[in-house]
């Protein structure tokens, strides 16, 4: 008579290799012998396969990952580099421009204006103005053509300016 197999029941190990289970006998043939072989590859199971298959495929995404974070971050940094370059020219575009403001705002600019622009000048300022051609004059609507009068000699410029900057002393 064979001997009985001893039952575990309540007892359980906590440190140590769980026990080993013996397989059953099978009567008959396996339906399919190459996945029977597939269950344990040379004591690799299956799920030890998929699970090294998953955690492959979690850290080819993250180095895809990391990659992408790098080369967005060179991108953002050349931007960074451009908006420094923008922001420093339309500093020194400011400075040019609270420059003009001051000048326009200063009394300099004023008299420079009313000298050029409206026609003042100081006190003790000569002021020339130069004679423009004399206009033609209109034609004329009577029939009747006036006698030509007698024509003075006409002034060179040079005697103009000469009249203008040194004028005859008046007596007085």
Known sequence: ??????????????????PRRRPAARSGRHAFPQLRGLSRLQGVSVL??????????????LAANFVGQVLQGARLESRRAE???????????NAVLEGAVAFT?????AERIAREQLGYAREGDVVIFPRDAPAAPPPSVTAETPA???ASPPVQNWQLWWLALFPPSRPG
Do not use: C, N
């Open 1 to 18: 008579m064979p001997m009985k197999r001893r039952l575990q029941h309540a007892t359980r190990r906590i440190f140590g290799p769980p």
């Open 48 to 61: 030890s396969l998929v699970l090294g298959g998953i955690m492959l495929m979690l850290i080819a995404l």
């Open 83 to 93: 908006l420094e370059a923008e922001v420093a020219r339309i500093k020194a575009e």
């Open 105 to 109: 705002e200063s009394d300099v600019y």
């Open 148 to 150: 030509p009068e007698a």
